[in-house]
């Protein structure tokens, strides 16, 4: 259905697109109907833990680079659960021709479905200008853990630009919205009020209806990152980091401590 | 999403109420004398000078220019979005979702409840009535000083000037205080950053002017990780000269 296609050559950029679906298998299971993608989009069926498909992104290492289209799109029916990988970190580099490259996620899980996002790291090269896009519809009974983790620069290497917006609707109502600028062209990043010299920032952002029985208080996490309820029934940790190693242990420090509580989430983790 | 390619002037004229004909009443709001309790707030300032962020006026500008260009600009763009009379129980609801810190919406809260009260005394209005009924703990701050400007007949791009200016006025008077700073180099500081808050001023106004034919979530929600995490720190301090 969906497939690569070479750009023009007057953008000089690729153009692909990938599809995933989700299930109920009807024995319990969670089935893949969906899983279409080529090019950098190289999709793997990997072995299901209990009911939960599991589907891992391979060898997108060298997308994109500037000038690149490369459009996501996942549907997690009502009552599956999926978790999504990567093999490796994503590389933003830069295209020959200066053009920004565009990563597009669109995300729907639905009702008492389940979604675990977890891809690993997305680093900014230099020279690079990649705005990345997602935007996740969730039912209200629907559950999600994303984590998103950025590395700017390669290291020892200034970070090219990279803007990400993150989306998150539950019910039709905004839960979360956030915007990340950083790099040339966004004034001030590398101040004290955003990453103060640090070069890895991330987020594990955890919705669950169980939050709004037993919610979750503000917890500090060290000085540098931080565990905070939202409005709405989920938490989020974020952290910054000097490196890519160090973030990931701070946010891993925010899962034990969101998933190690007495509420209703434990499980689900 | 652009942060650099909004040029002052290209925003077209506003079409709140009064078109610009109330811009006197920009300097009552945008005072800092004006009752609603900013004085009391840092900014982000008293965190970041503990952790050794702010130390001198170069560290200052940086810090001001970062703040101003993420939540100062999402500010101003909630603010402008208010006075060009989108609704402000769907802005604060936006807010609430571009406020990932407890400790920061909490302080909002706070502020918009100080501010709605010293409005509704300077310009009364049926909109701030019915804000306050809604929200008796108070609506986030930007939506309320876009509901203020709109209230005294100021344009979407007069809030938001207002709300960028508030985003960088505060830490700067702060810093004063907190590193006994030289109040000259502060002001030069404010000084330096005025190119940048026109261009985050307009960008904010041209993001509202959108916002009511595409929607609320061409809002700019830009957001600064050291602001959200070192607010929460700030709040768990036993003792604080500034509230947030």
């Known amino acids: 259905m969906t497939s690569a296609v070479a750009g023009p050559a007057v953008d000089a950029g690729l153009r692909a697109a990938a599809h995933i679906v989700a299930a109920p298998d009807g024995r319990g299971g969670t089935g893949l109907p969906v899983l279409d993608g080529a090019g950098p989009f190289a999709l793997r069926r990997l072995r299901p833990q209990g009911p939960e498909a599991h589907v891992r992104l391979v060898g997108a290492m060298s997308a994109p680079l500037g000038g690149d289209l490369l459009g996501l799109t996942v549907e997690v029916a009502d009552g599956a659960a999926l978790r999504f990988s990567t093999t490796a970190a994503t590389i933003a580099l830069p295209g020959r021709t200066g053009a920004p490259a565009a990563y597009d996620t669109r995300i729907h899980v639905g009702e008492g479905a389940t979604l675990r996002w977890l891809p690993e790291q997305l680093i900014s090269a230099r020279g690079s200008d990649l705005r990345s896009t997602t935007r996740i519809e969730l039912a209200p009974t629907a559950r999600l853990v994303l984590r998103e983790e950025q590395v700017l620069g390669r290291v020892g290497e200034d970070p090219g630009r990279l803007a990400s917006r993150l989306t998150v609707r539950r019910a039709g109502r905004p839960l979360f919205d956030q915007e990340l600028t950083y790099g040339p062209g966004a004034p001030g990043w590398d101040g004290g009020a955003v990453l103060g010299g640090h070069r890895a920032v991330g987020q594990l952002l955890v919705v669950d209806p169980a939050f709004e029985e037993h919610p979750v208080p503000p917890r500090l996490l060290g000085t540098t990152a931080a565990l905070t309820p939202l409005a709405g029934p989920a938490v989020v940790v974020s952290a910054v980091a000097p490196d890519a190693l160090r973030l990931r242990r701070l946010l891993d420090a925010g899962v034990t401590t969101v998933f190690d509580g007495d509420g209703g989430v434990r499980a689900f983790w | ?244």
């Open chain 2, 1 to 244: 999403m652009d942060t650099d390619t909004c040029a002052p002037g290209a925003v077209e004229p506003p079409d709140g109420p009064g078109p610009s004909a109330a811009r006197a009443a920009l300097l009552v709001l945008a005072d800092g004398r004006f009752p609603a309790g900013g004085h009391a707030h840092s900014g982000g300032a008293e965190a970041a000078v503990k952790a050794g962020r702010i130390r001198d006026a170069a560290t200052l500008e940086a810090f001001c220019r970062g703040r101003l260009h993420t939540t100062g600009l999402t500010a101003a763009g909630l603010a402008a979005a208010a006075t060009a009379g989108l609704d402000p129980l769907d802005l604060d609801d936006a807010a609430d979702a571009r406020t990932p810190s407890p400790a920061l919406r909490a302080a909002a809260r706070r502020l918009g409840r100080q501010l709605t009260r010293a409005a509704r005394a300077a310009w009364p209005s049926p909109e701030l009535d019915a804000l306050a009924a809604a929200r008796p703990r108070g609506a986030h701050q930007p939506v309320v000083l876009g509901l203020a400007a709109r209230a005294a007949g100021l344009a979407p791009l007069d809030a938001a000037y207002a709300a960028g200016y508030e985003a960088v006025s505060g830490p700067a008077t702060a810093a004063v205080r907190l590193l006994s700073l030289d109040p000259f180099d502060a002001t030069a500081v404010l000084a330096g950053l005025a190119p940048a808050l026109d261009r985050v001023a307009h960008e904010a106004a041209e993001a509202a002017r959108r916002a009511a034919f595409e929607g609320l979530d061409v809002l700019p929600a830009v957001s600064a990780p050291l602001l959200d995490i070192a607010a929460e720190q700030h709040a768990a301090w036993p003792v604080r000269l500034f509230a947030s």
